[in-house]
């Protein structure tokens, strides 16, 4: 009797039935629209082993349809940025795996869902933030859902060939290094080879391309003296990853002298590239031979003593999140020991200052206001607090975190023509404002290379690394200290 009052009420005051349809009353019996019923279908093969979930269906099927990942951009958080600028649900993490578990579990026309034109369409908008790891109650890892998506759609459909120089970065970089002031040249703004080669691959006209430093990071260190202290505080092992060695040899510089002036000895093995332009563009088997390397090359140098420290939160973190995923199952278990010592450079300062090996009188005191905007991976995977709190480790440092979240960048995602008006829509919901807003002696720093061009290009304010900040901060008199503690 009770139900069908509450029938009546609802066909008196929604007789449209606007309200919440088909919630409450006129719900469908409890053995309809179920997900799958019966055996599911054979899965195609996939690079990543999913061995977290299972399988790639079983990936795709933990979201639960909740709808957390359609919040808008004043709730905070990251997931999902391409909605929270177009707010359309086709373009939210649960429209990806919805289409993606209803097309590998009931595939139409015996076709292989994996390689379908339309998931390829709902795909195409996730910015691989990785915000849906971290925040989705069911924590879908879609960044890595369509990095194997796109993998099998290539695989089908071939490699474009403008995909295939762009994920070989590192390459073009090195070869591009050889003569840095051409290559500079070449690619300034007013020049014409600079429309042609933006024109050739795909990127924006008013999207600005990164500059060369006139000598690798790698170059740098080989040539110099080691100023670490052969009995300070340890050694470490830095990730000399492929944007730091070539675009942001800077920030490079200032973290191995950070490091040594804090009383660590640094050490930069031989290694190859992180395989993040790789991963997030699809091309899994590159990406695969480049992780069991690296994990070939590290594993048996890397310990709980001698830790990896990495400066790009998208290159070092791929330790931690994909390679113990991707590589032969030969070697997970090194992966996933390589990955227990992996650190990204703020987590690893962080932890030094919890130990007591590093304080507040390391540094100069001074008076700065900072506005901090950290990267989507470290949100997802590791913890921004790291970052704000060394970046108060000199007295006077007021840290402001921009409660941002992606900066629309992600990768080669904001280069291109196609995405660069919705890269910009997502910079301007929180980011672009707050820089804006903040006076002129205000300190903005970022730790991704993709966020600093972005806020480049997007308020014309320079961002600084926080190494960058710290190394400005450091006493000149810290090389000579020696740690009493251990």
């Known amino acids: 009797q ?21 919630k409450i009353i006129a719900t469908p019996p409890m053995d309809m629209s179920l997900r799958l019923a019966g055996r599911p279908p054979d899965q195609p093969k996939t690079v990543f082993s999913f061995q977290e979930s299972g399988s790639l269906l079983a990936a795709v099927e933990m979201c ?18 391409s909605y929270m600028a177009t707010r359309n649900e086709r ?6 795996a919805n289409i993606l578990r209803q097309m590998l579990a009931q595939p139409a026309g015996g076709s292989e869902p994996i390689t379908d034109e339309q998931v390829r369409d709902i795909m195409d908008l996730c910015l691989s933030c990785k915000g849906c790891k971290s925040e989705c109650p069911s924590n879908v890892d879609m960044a890595k859902i369509k990095s194997e998506f796109m993998h099998g759609y290539y695989a089908e459909h071939g490699v474009p060939w403008r995909i295939g120089i762009l994920a070989a970065f590192e390459k073009l970089c090195r070869y591009a290094s050889i003569a840095p002031r051409l290559a500079n040249w070449a690619g300034s703004k007013n020049m014409p080879t600079a429309w042609m080669i933006k024109r050739v691959l795909g990127i924006h006209r008013q999207r600005s391309l990164p500059r060369l430093n006139r000598q690798s990071l790698r170059s740098w260190f080989n040539k110099r003296k ?37 009383g660590y000895r640094v050490t930069m093995p031989h290694h190859v590239e992180s395989g993040r332009t790789y991963i997030s563009s ?16 590290l594993a ?8 990896l420290i990495g400066i790009e939160p ?4 791929t330790f931690r999140d994909e390679y113990p995923d991707i590589v032969d199952s030969s070697l997970r278990g090194e992966a996933q020991k390589l990955a227990e010592h992996t650190f990204l450079i703020d987590e690893f300062l962080a932890r030094e200052c919890e130990a007591g090996r590093i304080d507040s009188t390391h540094f100069q005191a001074g008076s700065r206001n900072i506005l901090l905007h950290c990267h989507c991976h470290q949100k997802a995977l590791s913890n921004p607090v790291d970052t704000a709190k060394i970046l108060r480790l000199p007295e006077g440092h007021h840290v402001s975190p921009i409660r941002s979240g992606c900066c629309g960048m992600a990768g080669f995602f904001g280069y291109e023509k196609r995405h660069f008006e919705l890269s910009m829509q997502i910079g301007e919901l929180v980011l672009f404002p707050e820089i804006r807003q903040a006076s002129s002696d205000t ?10 061009h972005q806020i480049l290009d997007g308020t014309g304010r320079q961002a600084l690394h926080p190494v960058q900040l710290l190394r400005e901060c450091l006493r000149p008199d810290s090389m000579s200290r020696r740690d009493t503690s251990d």
């Open 2 to 22: 009770c139900y069908q009052w509450l029938q009546q009420i609802k066909a008196t005051w929604d007789p449209n039935n606007v309200f919440n349809p088909g």
């Open 282 to 297: 699809g091309l899994l088997p590159n990406a695969k031979k480049i992780a069991e390397a690296n994990v070939q090359l």
């Open 91 to 96: 373009d939210s993490t649960r429209a990806r």
């Open 64 to 81: 639960s349809g909740s709808g957390d990942c359609r919040k808008t951009h004043l709730a905070g958080g990251t997931m999902c940025p």
């Open 314 to 317: 998208s290159a070092i973190l």
């Open 300 to 307: 048996g140098l890397v310990s709980s003593d001698v830790p």
């Open 226 to 262: 080691s100023k670490s202290s052969s009995n300070g505080k340890g050694t470490v092992i830095l990730f000399c990853d492929e944007f730091t060695n070539y675009l942001d040899v800077p920030v490079g510089i200032a973290a191995i002298e950070l490091l040594e002036g804090l």
């Open 443 to 452: 300190v903005i720093v970022a730790n991704g290379t993709s966020c600093r």
